[in-house]
């Protein structure tokens, strides 16, 4: 403050750098100072990707980009896309529409049942469904039945949507429910059916909220490793990794900015069409759809559909917890260290990611400039770009500028953690912040509070609601990230994907049991305490 001042009463200064000067908050200037150390971090993965695909000759590096391997990778990541975006539509819009718009039974219930697939992670389902259903599989063993293989892209292409058609049906429900359905009875009144009524207004309406939930199951289904990794399906995330394995680190780095190009257009696309949300106003309610007969049917889908992503994955793992045929492996038998080592992890995590969200949502917050809109959505990138490329990038990174912290520690795997999930404790302390009025921070300074004691007494209890649900993602996300785990794992600490990772390598399903149902446990359980938090915008 005192250099502020002095350079304020410079004689040399001019008048209007002086009005300018003087109208600058030392604090919020500080803030901005600090977010744009925080976004330059977190983006500088990006630059040591970018930086070893320069060191690629042109001529080796164009003959790699349009491989016929490349092209038949890239065709493959497009259909598993497509695909599961287009089930995933197929699956969550009816779910939705029958538990908003008619008079099924007991829907609140049913909403639960259609969200919990959230919980498990994609590749524990694939590898409960592998073990059950593949070549050489339960299912072959012991009733010598012979069923569709599910395996390489198309089971992909399954077992991803099973547990993505949420994010359609969350965001098409939330359209619904906000919607005016008078329009619908209007409609009705001029005899529409049910079906035209809906495809004339319905329809045009919860669009946008059916493109939102698309394009995120879209974004998942490309940048999805586990699934696709154990399914064998060769797409661009397990063929990063089998790259970067096989040392060929030029082909993964371009793999890796191709898919980084896919993932751009995605996002431009979401931009777009957010662009043309629009509301419906009012939420007024209206007449329901009778289902009649149909209710019974309605009831039987959505249960297949719960059976299916959550009682037979957790069957499955809990029957192998009984079972000890086989050679007995050591080095793949579950200890309770394992666990330990996940939940430290994801703590260092969430409280770093908290650390690093406070200055840039307070910032953004608080001031309302094109330089915090950037510095905000500049955190946004590692959330957008697949973990598979974060992890490659900072395995450039540690190898060969920092080589003491690579593998040899925690942080780079943690730093890894926050570059990926920092977004979700931007986005619930933000929200925090914008709740706090002004007027609490004024009363607290006319009674001779200065900034820091008004933030720790007024500000920080208010936003710690919102503190805590960011950690709370940051923790929940973190348990199941499997590439960067796997890419950056530091030697000797296994964790719980780590271990479940091993028993597939190993075909030794059993010895995952433990390990996947502690995650599907905990995810539980952190979903649980989400959803508990009051007083935060957690969407």
Not at 31 to 42: E, F, P
Not at 425 to 433: E, M, N, Q
Not at 474 to 493: A, D, R, S, Y
């Amino acid at each position: 403050m005192r250099a502020l001042d002095s350079l304020l009463g410079h004689p040399r200064v001019p008048d209007r750098l002086e009005r300018r000067l003087r109208g600058v908050d030392p604090w919020l200037a500080l803030l901005a100072v600090l977010s744009a150390i925080l976004a330059l971090l977190i983006v500088s993965p990006m630059f040591w990707l970018l930086w070893q695909a320069s060191t690629v000759e042109v001529s080796r590096a164009l003959d790699l980009m349009f491989s016929s391997v490349t092209a038949r990778i890239t065709l493959n990541s497009l259909i598993l896309m497509v695909s599961v975006t287009a089930l995933s539509i197929l699956i969550g819009v009816p779910l939705a529409l029958l538990t908003t718009r008619t008079d099924l039974p007991y829907p609140r219930f049913w909403t639960i049942v259609a969200t919990l697939p959230l919980v498990i992670p994609s590749y524990i389902g694939a590898i409960a469904f592998v073990s059950m259903f593949g070549s050489g599989g339960e299912v072959d063993s012991l009733f010598g039945v012979t069923l569709p293989r599910v395996h390489g892209l198309w089971g992909a292409v399954f077992i991803i949507t099973l547990y993505t058609y949420p994010y359609v049906f969350l965001t098409t429900r939330a359209a619904l429910v906000s919607m005016d359905s008078s329009l619908v009875d209007a409609a009705r009144t001029l005899n529409h059916g049910p079906f035209r009524s809906f495809r004339r207004i319905t329809l045009p309406i919860i669009r946008p909220g059916i493109a939102a939930g698309a394009l995120l199951a879209a974004l998942y289904a490309v940048s999805d490793f586990g699934t696709p990794a154990f399914m064998q399906a060769n797409v661009f995330t397990s063929r990063i990794y089998g790259e970067f394995n096989d040392f060929a680190v030029d082909y993964a780095a371009l793999l890796a900015l191709q898919l980084v190009a896919i993932v751009a257009v995605i996002l431009v696309i979401e931009a777009g069409i957010g662009q043309d949300d629009e509301t419906s106003g009012g939420g007024e309610s209206g007449s329901t759809i009778r289902l009649g007969y149909w209710k019974w049917p309605a009831m039987g889908a959505i249960a297949t559909v719960g059976i299916v992503t959550l009682v037979v994955p957790i069957v499955i793992f809990t029957t192998w917890l009984f079972r000890s045929e086989g050679d007995r492996i050591p080095a793949l038998e579950f200890q309770a260290e394992v666990a330990v080592n996940s939940v430290y992890l994801a703590l260092l995590a969430a409280a770093v990611a908290c650390a690093f969200a406070l200055p840039i949502a307070y910032y953004s917050a608080r001031k309302n400039s094109l330089v915090s809109r950037i510095l905000e959505r500049a955190t946004y990138i590692g959330f957008a770009v697949p973990g598979v490329v974060i992890g490659l990038a900072l395995v450039f990174l540690g190898t060969q500028t920092l080589p003491s912290i690579y593998r040899e520690g925690v942080w780079l795997l943690v730093f890894g953690y926050v570059v990926r999930f920092l977004p979700q404790a931007v986005g619930t302390v933000r929200s925090s912040v914008l709740q706090v009025e002004e007027a609490e921070i004024e009363a607290a300074r006319t009674l001779n509070a200065g900034r820091i004691e008004t933030f720790r007494r007024v500000t920080l209890p208010l936003i710690a609601p919102g503190m805590v649900a960011g950690a709370v993602l940051v923790f929940l996300t973190t348990m199941k990230e499997l590439p960067m785990t796997l890419m950056l794992q530091p030697i000797g600490m296994d964790t719980l994907v780590i271990k479940v990772w091993q028993a597939h390598g190993a075909l030794a399903y059993r010895y995952a049991a433990v390990p996947a149902l502690l995650l599907v446990l905990i995810s539980g359980v952190t979903m649980l305490v989400l959803l508990r938090q009051e007083g935060s915008n957690v969407s």
